[in-house]
Every structure is written in structure tokens, then in C-alpha cells.
């Protein structure tokens, strides 16, 4: 299954707006950032214009975002690392045959 312009960027808006929906006020002096881990995009350009958006958002919501890729060989280890030591990435970009392995350590963002 090819992932097509349209819902690359429809996922990563509907990604984006979750986060800006659920701002609150951050302590004071607290530095406002957030980690997303995605997988490396088959299609080079996807990465690149992904490496476009974060600085928009940055600037766009004060909010600094880190984003990192990992291939697709990784994707079980990282995730099993992440949820045993809960602490990882704020966002992580799932397939859609994982995440019910963690579902008890996911929160559903379906309705955004």
C-alpha cells in the first residue's frame, strides 16, 4: 500500500491539531517542546517536506518539535523500548497493525 500526498499530510495536520488542541499553559520558565517519531517514508521527498513543517510549527505555535525518523526493521524495538521505560516520544506514527500491542499505553486520537 502506497501512502499517498493527501494522507500524509492529512495524518500529519490531524497529528498537529491534536497537539494544539490540547494546549495548556506551561509552567513558568518551562520550555515547550514536543518529540514525534515517524518512520522513514519510502518516498524521500515525504521526509524533506516533513523536515519543512516543523520549523512552520515551531514558529507558528512557540512550541519547539523534535522529529525523528527511524527505519522500518527498528519500529518493534523502539516502540517495546519506549513503552518499558515509559518516556519516549510525545507523537509516535504507528502502522496500523500495531498499536493495538499498546494499547493500554496509547491514548486515542481518533476524533481529531
Known sequence: MTLSRR???GTTTAGLA???A???APAVGQTREISYLCWNNFAPLSDKKLA?????FTKDTGIKIKI???AAP???AKYASEV???AGHDLVEMRMHVPWLYEQQLVDVSDL
Open 7 to 9: 494522507r500524509f499530510l
Open 18 to 20: 491534536g497537539i494544539l
Open 74 to 76: 527498528q519500529q518493534a
Open 68 to 70: 525523528d525518523h527511524i
Open 52 to 56: 519543512e513543517l516543523g520549523p512552520r
Open 84 to 86: 518499558q521505560s515509559q
Open 22 to 24: 490540547s494546549r495548556t
